[in-house]
């Protein structure tokens, strides 16, 4: 009997997140992560020499109870390992799409739209942000999962404060649940 996403790891609209590197990461790298902090009402710090073990600590510290680590491949990033409570939840394959930033996003009000069934469920648990009404659908201050058009691949954007898109698209290749087998 396999159990229940939310028996392992509860939703909890109040949770945030902590966003590092892996090591000696490119200044892409880096922006990527200032940009998700941005987006997402998360902190980013640089992990320097730090072992996973200290990031944990200090995420506790910083009272963040979701560690998110982005890896790279040729100075680019190409995935993130999500951290609950210092245990791993998910890794996502990943690629990015970086345009020209435009407009601002209200970390405040920023909210979670989900287009993707295989992810509807995981998404809010991904991302530290409330989900939408489903009754009030907006494009203001938002993060939305869908589909891409060309890829077929489930694709991050997002919406600033006047619902234009931000110029940040991520594309989620894959992903893996710790103790699942590859998806």
Same mark, same amino acid.
């Given at each position: 009997?396999?159990? !229940? ?7 909890? =609209? ?13 200044? $892409? =790298? ?12 998360? $902190? !980013?710090? %640089? $992990?320097?020499?730090?072992? #996973?073990?200290? @990031? ?10 979701? &560690?998110?680590? @982005? !890896? ?22 990943? =690629? &990015? ?12 009000? +920023?909210?979670?739209?989900?287009? &993707? ?13 409330? #989900? ?10 938002? +993060?939305?999962?869908? %589909?891409? @058009? ?5 694709? @991050?954007?997002?919406?600033?404060? %006047?619902?234009?898109?931000?110029? #940040? ?7 893996? #649940?710790?103790?699942?087998?590859? =998806?």
């Amino acid at each position: 009997m396999k159990i !229940s996403l939310h028996k392992r790891f509860p939703h909890n =609209t109040g949770k945030s997140m902590l966003i590092t590197t892996s090591r000696k990461p490119s200044q $892409r =790298t880096r922006t990527f992560c200032r940009g998700l902090e941005r987006a997402l009402g998360a $902190r !980013s710090v %640089n $992990r320097g020499k730090m072992s #996973l073990r200290n @990031v944990f600590l200090k995420a506790k510290e910083m009272g963040k109870d979701h &560690v998110a680590i @982005v !890896s790279e491949r040729d100075g680019n990033p190409n995935g993130i390992e999500i951290y609950h409570h210092g245990e791993l939840f998910i890794s996502l394959q990943l =690629t &990015v799409d970086f345009s020209l930033p435009k407009g601002r996003i209200n970390k405040d009000k +920023v909210h979670l739209r989900c287009e &993707v069934g295989e992810l509807s469920t995981l998404a809010p648990e991904i991302f530290p942000i409330p #989900l939408e009404d489903s009754e009030k659908q907006y494009h203001e201050n938002l +993060v939305l999962i869908r %589909n891409s @058009v060309k890829k077929s691949i489930p694709l @991050v954007e997002f919406f600033d404060e %006047n619902g234009q898109i931000t110029g #940040l698209r991520i594309y989620i290749l894959g992903w893996k #649940l710790a103790g699942d087998e590859d =998806t």
